[in-house]
């Protein structure tokens, strides 16, 4: 079969690989849409600290099941499903708890595990959802994102009728502001330095938005809030927006990070310390998650068309990367198998 691979950093390319079989517990699936994240274009710049190239990227997809290993009953072949890529051992004391996605020996399909932009992929079992019938495969593709901010806001805790800011219009920014929205955050305040994705941020709900280039942005901000942000969600994480997260959450409030840091930045631990500023991480997500993520992308009206601005084909990766690195598209996916809906 075909698989798309990261041979270096900048090198998006094709491999042939062998036919997975599924083992015992695990099922063959074939990816109908793939959607590129952010964490794979950090893996093509060669800045993800966690994916080491070469890599076989991909881990929002959907997909048909096409072989079951020995074991399974709980899944049919044919049946559409989705996946939660986190691959956990169950056995250490943060997967006992139901924090597997702290698991000590976590391994990531399309990070540290063979990835989805391949014409076959073999799982757990355990790691798929059933697709609603009504969700189309594109909107599937989208479940994980939205579970990564939907984690983000539980471990958040002060959304419902909360002052939101969150940093970066991305996929995971506009997928966080309607999930804050859903959530009964009072109001949702968007930073972005692009144009188009603050205009997307107005349509999709954004109470305001700023550039986070203007040097008065944090006042600017505070104001339209009337105060203090009770919550910044940061899916930039680099020094500046860190800086401007911890200005807007004093006193009393709440700095999580949810994007992937290239660097390490500087925290002025004063600030933290004596204005009672919470900072807190927020890594992947768990089944109630995931499930929270199925009901909101599968809700009436969901605005699939906002988010998914560019579809290729799967001969077509290096380009789709291209398009997505550019910073112009929302969220880009690649359609590797046409079986579904």
């Known amino acids: 079969m075909k698989q798309v691979v990261i041979r270096s950093a900048g090198e998006?390319?094709?491999?042939?690989?062998?036919?997975?079989e599924p083992g015992p517990g695990e099922v063959r699936i074939k990816p109908s849409v793939v959607g590129i994240c952010g964490s794979d274009l950090h893996a093509?710049?060669?800045e993800h600290p966690?994916?080491?190239l070469p890599c076989s990227p991909g881990?929002?997809?959907s997909g048909v099941i096409s072989a079951l290993g020995p074991g399974v009953t709980e899944l049919e072949l044919g049946s559409r499903v989705l996946l939660e890529p986190n691959i956990v051992c169950g056995e250490c004391e943060y997967c006992r708890s139901g924090r597997y996605n702290l698991c000590e020996n976590l391994v990531v399909v399309g990070c540290q595990g063979p990835g989805a932009m391949a014409e076959e992929l073999v799982v757990p079992a355990s790691r798929l959802h059933k697709v609603p019938e009504a969700m189309t495969d594109a909107a599937a593709a989208l479940v994980e994102p939205m579970a990564t901010a939907v984690h983000a806001l539980r471990v958040a805790r002060d959304v419902p009728g909360g002052r939101v800011v969150v940093l970066g219009a991305g996929s995971i920014g506009l997928l966080m502001l309607l999930a804050a929205r859903a959530a009964g955050?009072?109001?949702?305040?968007?930073?972005?330095?692009r144009p188009a994705k603050r205009e997307r941020a107005l349509r999709l709900g954004a109470s305001a938005v700023f550039d986070p280039g203007d040097p008065a942005l944090v006042p600017k901000v505070r104001n339209e809030l009337g105060g203090h942000a009770d919550v910044v969600l940061d899916c930039v994480s680099v020094q500046a927006s860190m800086s401007q997260a911890i200005a807007m959450a004093e006193k009393g409030g709440a700095v999580i990070v949810v994007g992937v840091p290239a660097a390490d930045v500087n925290i002025p631990l004063?600030?933290?310390q004596d204005r009672e500023i919470?900072?807190?991480g927020s890594a992947m997500y768990t089944r109630v998650d995931m499930q929270r993520a199925i009901e909101l992308v599968g809700a009436p009206g969901f605005p699939?068309?906002?988010l998914v601005t560019a579809t290729l084909p799967f001969d077509k990766a290096p380009e789709a990367f291209d398009l997505a690195a550019s910073g112009d598209q929302v969220k880009v996916q690649l359609v590797v198998n046409e079986m579904g809906k």
């Open 44 to 46: 093509l710049a060669g």
């Open 50 to 52: 966690f994916i080491p």
């Open 12 to 20: 998006v390319g094709y491999e042939d690989a062998p036919l997975p």
């Open 59 to 61: 881990h929002e997809v």
């Open 304 to 306: 699939l068309h906002e």
């Open 278 to 280: 919470r900072l807190e």
């Open 270 to 272: 004063a600030i933290v």
């Open 185 to 193: 955050a009072s109001r949702v305040v968007v930073s972005e330095p």
